[in-house]
């Protein structure tokens, strides 16, 4: 029991990658106030928990309701990762850090749910994993043990995010900015392998079929 939930744990920690979303965590709420931070953290965890939950109750349903396979939730999320990277990159106002104005709840739900919980908490990599851990859960126990560990997790990266704030400070404008354009390139890197790991096993897929 103890070493399936030290897999499971250690699985999901490694597919969501808390570190690296701290980087981008402080570039797309650069500009907010200590409880705007919280209130975006507190929603990615609790949209991302949300979601991974639903996938480990109901991951082979909702696939099968939708028709849809996890090859596509990888180009799809590769695509969209890869608009904001480029954002990040040549200062597109599309991913401007979003300002509180007259719909501050609004920008930052939107700020939460793009690309904070997704693609990077509960992205294809994590949405995967999630359903074969939960193929290989034995019975209604093994899918609540999964649950606890997909909701433990969750609070580790709310308990990271939290910390994100001294980052910034040492940080400053100068360093937020390197940081900002650096991760664009590297997340523009991940686009590119999320839409090409799924374009590859659409290819697997189309060669298994015609066998």
């Not at 808390?18 to 609790?46: C, D, H, K, W």
């Not at 969209?80 to 990277?85: E, R, V």
Request: glycine residues 10%.
């Amino acid at each position: 029991m103890i070493e399936t939930i030290v897999h499971s744990f250690v699985t999901l920690f490694v597919t969501a990658d808390p570190i690296s979303i701290v980087p981008l965590f402080i570039v797309v709420t650069a500009g907010l106030n200590a409880a705007e931070r919280n209130q975006v953290a507190l929603r990615s965890v609790l949209i991302a928990g949300v979601i991974l939950v639903a996938f480990a109750l109901l991951g082979d349903e909702i696939i099968a309701f939708f028709g849809i396979t996890i090859q596509a939730f990888e180009v799809a999320g590769g695509m969209l990762l890869f608009f904001t990277a480029f954002g990040m990159v040549f200062g597109s106002s599309s991913s401007e850090p979003q300002k509180p104005g007259a719909n501050a709840d609004g920008a930052l739900t939107q700020i939460a749910v793009f690309p904070l919980a997704i693609p990077m908490m509960a992205g294809p990599g994590a949405i995967s994993a999630t359903i074969l851990l939960s193929a290989r859960a034995h019975g209604w126990l093994g899918i609540v043990e999964l649950v606890a560990v997909i909701l433990a997790l969750m609070a580790l990266i709310y308990a990271v995010l939290m910390m994100s704030g001294r980052i910034d400070r040492l940080l400053g404008d100068t360093g937020r900015v390197v940081v900002s354009k650096l991760l664009g390139v590297i997340l523009a890197a991940l686009a590119i392998q999320f839409i090409g790991d799924g374009v590859t096993k659409f290819a697997e897929e189309i060669a298994k079929a015609a066998a």
